[in-house]
């Protein structure tokens, strides 16, 4: 009897027990509450669109993404307390009077979250205005490309850029330059027939192009103009030019540099093209071993009219470019080992970028403004590591190129598109870049053509549309 007992009496204290336990907890753990409380958004209006503050304004509402479109508004519309007219579930609402959209500039769209509430439930809604506003530059989400390099998502690389065989080449928007030893020789590719994804290779007559340590070694494309110069070493430099494919070439220029006072003893590496419409302005070469740069004068296309060898900056390297801003006087000297600086027409350092702005491998840099927008391009030569790189860059904030360049050093710096065109380390990474601007029958700014080429890496043409405003 007094066993039952006590067993009782232990299990009337566990049940206590446990009851007490059980009401402490729920205290800190509530259970769910249900609701039908139910925070659809059925419908949703701006009231006080327009200048006048009364244009009703419909969106447009998906709610599988939990989305709220609107047609573009007049950018004269108070953005600060933009009042919304909705129709909602029984008894919710939204969770303020107004909303403020704050603009970055240079934007035309603006999303925020709005909550649609039902006690003790909520949704939640992204809200995107935009403003009727004119938009610049080019759209950089509707890139068109057409590869002929070693990206692995494109075509093959192109059969020229083997065995070290293919170390220039230019563009001019008509055709592409393929200077080249490998098999059949120098020739022109025609941009329509690339961006069909057609070859019809234009030879470019070799007759009488002999002599240097290359023949052929690098090159320009300019307004129809075909520019070829051997690798000089202990020969001799040579300057080919063609108009016409078929026809010998012109020889525009036939110097040793070693006759020229302060000229380097190799030259040919590189070359840089800076001839306007007219066929006025000047042809670049830096020397192998980086100790000067000489520059020729020309007029005409073809004549040659001044020799000046020039300072160079250090870490430019064998494989450096001068390239002209257009429009000013302002060139930007590139090459793989060295930031990218912005010298004058006589190579003089005006203003030096950080080394670690934008990729040191950087080579054939180039500044140019398109429908509004001004871009800074290049590509990586990859002599120490990684692959050709195509970067762009939005440069358009700026009264002039060094202002640009210093008011884009202090942003994030980041790229607004790159491509890589592959190709690996290479010890002789000649890299060329080109752009082009295809006009509509205005004569205004259509969409921009882009090049870029490596050895051993093929090249890719990229075609970029300008912006335009959506609906």
Known sequence: MNIKYHIAGIGLIISSLFLLTFTSCSEDFPSNMESTNEVVLKSIKILNAGADGKTVVEGRINENNKTVWFPRLDPNTDLTAIRFEAEMSTGAKLDKDSYTFEFEEGKDAETIVIKVVNDPRFREYFVTIRLNVPVYGADFGKVKIFDYSGNDLGNPVYPAFVSNLTRGSGFDGEYVLIVTRAEGGSHLLKVEDLKKYEINPIPLNPTNVSGGTFPVNVGGKIAGHSYIANLSGLYGMKIYHWTDPAAVADLIFNNDPASIPGAGKR???????????????????????????????????????????????????????????????????????????????????????????????????????????????????????????????????????????????????????????????????????????????????????????????????LEIPVKELDE
Do not use: W
Request: net charge negative; hydrophobic share 35%.
């Open 267 to 461: 030259h040919g590496d590189n070359m840089s093209t800076n001839i306007d419409e007219n066929g006025n302005g000047f042809i670049y070469f830096g020397d192998n071993l980086v100790t000067s740069i000489m520059r020729l004068t020309v007029s005409n296309f073809t004549t040659i009219t001044e020799v000046k060898i020039l300072p160079t900056q250090p870490g430019v390297s064998f494989c450096m470019s001068i390239n002209r801003v257009e429009k000013t006087d302002d060139y930007l000297l590139t090459g793989y080992d060295a930031p990218i600086m912005v010298v004058n027409s006589s190579a003089a350092l005006l203003y030096a970028m950080d080394k670690n702005s934008v990729p040191v491998q950087g080579s054939d840099a180039r500044i140019f403004n398109f429908n509004g927008e001004r871009y800074l391009i290049m590509a990586t030569a990859p002599r120490y590591s990684g692959n050709a790189v195509l970067y762009i860059y939005d440069i358009t904030k700026g009264s002039n190129t060094i202002d640009a360049l210093r008011l884009f050093e202090e942003g994030d710096k980041k790229p607004i598109y790159q491509y890589s065109i592959g190709g690996g380390v290479n010890s002789s990474p000649a890299t060329n870049t080109g752009f082009h601007i295809i006009k509509d029958e205005a004569g205004k700014d259509k969409s921009l053509l882009l090049y870029a080429a490596s050895n051993n890496a093929g090249f890719a043409l």
